[in-house]
């Protein structure tokens, strides 16, 4: 690979970012998502399908990020004086200055770290002890009566083959706006590894997860898993993977 000898990074990072950003728009077409619009329900083989390439897109995506905030610089904020308390509170102000403000539909933001590997069962499953005797007969009657009764039949749901398409939706917008502009990205990320390990939330140490990042495809199937190989060693180049305890 040519560029791995160049020490400007926005050249190989704008090289996969351009292919990538194409195939997530492709997935728009694929479930006929338009610009301002929505789909609420598609099949579920295009679900399966779209999800898969969708996991490893973002997967790519976070590792284009984390190499463009490699070089950033986060200074400390100002201090600023303490702002002086209103003497008017928002209970006070009349409800037609708040009415009359239409709110903002805020776009899904993207997720910028990978998803940790599970690892056996985090918690034990609380065993029920047996069931408390009986002890009033007012209440051994009811419930002998309630057994007793009729259960109500439960209408078996249609299964139509689609499949809810809210999450993926978000899930597309988020990544297409975090590759539309990775520099806003890139500082997001920069505030977070800026600050001291207890105080980062989420707690860890690196946004990447160890081993294979999420999506990984040792034989590519789709353009998507070559991309997603680039972008990884782009992410690790100078940044060292770390144990990730957390």
């Known amino acids: 690979m040519?560029?791995?000898a160049v020490m400007d990074w926005n050249s190989p990072i704008e090289r996969w970012r351009v292919p990538l950003l194409g195939h997530l728009l492709r997935l728009f077409a694929e479930i006929g998502l338009t610009e301002g619009g929505t789909v609420e329900r598609v099949p579920k083989p295009l679900h399966r399908y779209v999800?898969?390439?969708?996991?490893?897109?973002?997967s790519a995506a976070?590792?284009?990020?984390?190499?463009?905030?490699?070089d950033i610089v986060v200074e400390p904020p100002p201090e600023r004086p303490p702002r002086a308390k209103p003497r008017t509170s928002s209970k006070d102000k009349p409800k037609a200055d708040v009415e009359g403000k239409p709110r903002r539909k805020r776009r899904p933001l993207f997720n910028l770290f990978d998803a940790l590997k599970r690892v056996g069962r985090r918690f034990k499953k609380k065993r029920r002890g047996p069931e408390p005797h009986v002890y009033s007969l007012e209440t051994f009657l009811q419930q002998r009566a309630a057994a007793a009764a009729p259960a109500p039949v439960e209408q078996a749901a249609v299964d139509d083959g689609m499949v809810n398409a809210a999450n993926l939706v978000r899930r597309l917008i988020a990544a297409v706006d975090a590759l539309s502009d990775i520099p806003r990205h890139a500082m997001r990320l920069a505030r977070w590894q800026a600050q001291p390990k207890e105080e980062r939330?989420?707690?860890r140490w690196s946004p990447l997860r160890p081993g294979r990042p999420p999506g990984f495809r040792q034989r590519a199937k789709h353009e998507v898993d070559e991309i997603l190989k680039e972008c990884h060693w782009l992410a690790l180049e100078g940044n060292p993977p770390l144990d990730d305890t957390s």
């Open 2 to 4: 040519f560029y791995r």
């Open 62 to 70: 976070r590792r284009l990020i984390m190499a463009a905030a490699r």
């Open 51 to 58: 999800l898969r390439i969708l996991r490893t897109a973002e």
């Open 201 to 203: 939330r989420p707690e």
